[in-house]
């Protein structure tokens, strides 16, 4: 188990956060987390890039790749891939910025309904066009299934799951499901959120994470084991 000092030498972490001040400040006016809270999470951010990356250019992203899965137990590596690139957008750097690093902790931990359902159906639209048409319905359903069953098994288990989601959420009746269309569904059944596979930790990983650096129950210990629970 690696233990992460959250407060670093205090000379080192003084040092660092004086550095990141304005930036610091900067974030908390865009995400869900107080000031302290930002700091904290740049901390474990540059213990992160100091004892795994090993890089000064900060944060790979195969790195955070194993942070999905070991910490936010987000174990489809398909999936993943995606969360990031939408995430990313420029997809093309392999380093993850501070910036992005508090932005997507913010929208795990801490985001609103509203933030949650853009986010996931920004991932379920492989598109990029709005919609979600039956072929998205069937990729990413088959790609939910087949790590349990075969993949033809897994063919033949979507084919009608697909025709009763349709009919079930697509408002309008034009044969695919908009933003709208979702929102509306989710809206009045918030387990529809995640219909089409995991985007986002449960509630139980999120409490975990939020209390290595929130409120009465912040410890003074980053716990990190690639591989294995941070718990």
Same mark, same amino acid.
């Given at each position: 188990?690696?233990?992460?000092?959250?407060?670093?030498?205090?000379?080192?972490?003084t040092r660092y956060l004086k550095k990141h001040r304005e930036l610091a400040l900067s974030l908390t006016k865009q995400v869900h987390f107080s000031f302290e809270e930002v700091e904290a999470l740049l901390i474990i951010y540059y213990k992160i890039q100091k004892y795994d990356t090993y890089d000064p250019k900060g944060i790979t992203r195969d790195v955070l790749m194993e942070i999905?899965?070991?910490?936010?137990?987000?174990?489809?590596?398909?999936?993943?891939?995606r969360i990031i690139t939408c995430l990313d957008e420029k997809a093309r750097d392999v380093y993850i910025s501070k910036e992005l690093w508090v932005t997507l902790?913010?929208?795990f931990l801490r985001g609103t309904l509203e933030e949650k359902m853009a986010f996931c159906f920004k991932v379920y639209d492989y598109t990029g066009n709005g919609m979600l048409m039956k072929e998205n319905l069937f990729k990413l359903?088959?790609?939910?299934?087949?790590?349990? =069953?075969?993949?033809?098994?897994?063919?033949?288990?979507?084919?009608?799951?697909?025709?009763?989601?349709?009919?079930r959420m697509d408002a309008d009746r034009d044969g695919k499901?908009?933003?709208?269309?979702?929102?509306?569904?989710?809206?009045?059944?918030?387990?529809?959120l995640e219909f089409l596979g995991q985007c986002l930790p449960?509630?139980?990983?999120?409490?975990?994470?939020?209390?290595?650096?929130?409120?009465n129950t912040k410890i003074r210990f980053y716990k990190l084991k690639l591989g294995t629970? =941070?718990?």
């Open positions: 188990m690696a233990r992460y000092d959250l407060t670093l030498n205090p000379m080192e972490e999905f899965h070991c910490c936010l137990d987000m174990t489809d590596m398909e999936k993943v891939i902790l913010s929208l359903m088959v790609g939910s299934l087949k790590s349990n =069953i075969s993949e033809i098994d897994a063919e033949e288990a979507v084919k009608d799951m697909v025709e009763v989601i349709l009919k499901i908009s933003f709208n269309d979702y929102r509306h569904n989710v809206l009045r059944q918030p387990a529809l449960d509630r139980h990983t999120v409490h975990k994470f939020l209390c290595t650096f929130t409120g629970s =941070i718990m």
